[in-house]
């Protein structure tokens, strides 16, 4: 991927290279950080591979000179438009261990006995830490949860990994569960029924209770009349 250095910083000149189609960033080194600018369809083609946002990129700067073995560290995008706006680049040796993160896929939740049966399958964590050879890291890993059943709790020491990568998350945070249906309460719909009954029959007595000295009472206004 070629990039092109820039000198003039300041937000008025990124502003300036996001009109363009160019997207502002920083490529960190072994040596000073180098500010740079990149061809937003470059980079998109560059990231939606097969590896990702974990691609190894051959960063050449200006066209010319050697290459630098890069990974992306970080990126901004726009909350309106959704396009990135800037980008960092790491530049790594690929005989050195790098620590990234890895999104977690759970697989088979349809065949679970336990969602089967009405049962909740959640995955409360959706990323973990992983070590290992920049070109080594594995674009996602795939979790089975097939056989769970409900009340079935995975953790990160159930993940299998690929040999040569380290999974640095504590063993034991939960990665995935089944939980049982809930079911809706309806015992207080009925006391409450039941009170809104007792209280209409109470109010109908009340009521029947009250008739007949109302009739006394007029009976007496008719004797007086």
Do not use: C, W
């Amino acid at each position: 991927m070629t990039v092109q250095a820039r000198e003039s910083l300041g937000s008025r000149n990124t502003r300036r290279l996001r009109r363009q189609g160019l997207v502002p960033g920083v490529l960190y080194g072994r040596g000073e950080p180098v500010a740079i600018s990149i061809e937003e369809r470059e980079l998109r083609r560059a990231l939606t591979g097969a590896a990702g946002l974990h691609s190894i990129l051959d960063v050449q700067i200006d066209g010319r000179g050697s290459t630098h073995a890069s990974i992306l560290k970080d990126f901004q995008v726009d909350k309106v438009r959704g396009g990135v706006v800037h980008v960092d680049l790491q530049e790594v040796r690929l005989d050195q261990t790098i620590i990234a993160s890895v999104s977690v896929h759970l697989i088979g939740g349809e065949d679970s006995p336990g969602v089967r049966e009405g049962g909740v399958l959640s995955q409360p964590l959706r990323e973990i830490q992983v070590e290992a050879l920049p070109l080594e890291i594995p674009e996602h890993i795939d979790l089975d949860v097939s056989h769970m059943a409900t009340g079935d709790t995975l953790r990160i020491s159930d993940i299998a990994v690929p040999d040569g990568v380290t999974l640095l998350d504590d063993p034991e945070t939960v990665v995935a569960t089944v939980t049982a249906p809930t079911r809706e309460e309806v015992v207080e719909e009925e006391v409450e029924e039941g009170e809104e009954g007792a209280e209409g029959e109470a109010a109908e007595g009340e009521a029947a209770e009250g008739a007949p000295e109302a009739e006394a009472s007029g009976g007496e206004e008719s004797a007086e009349g």
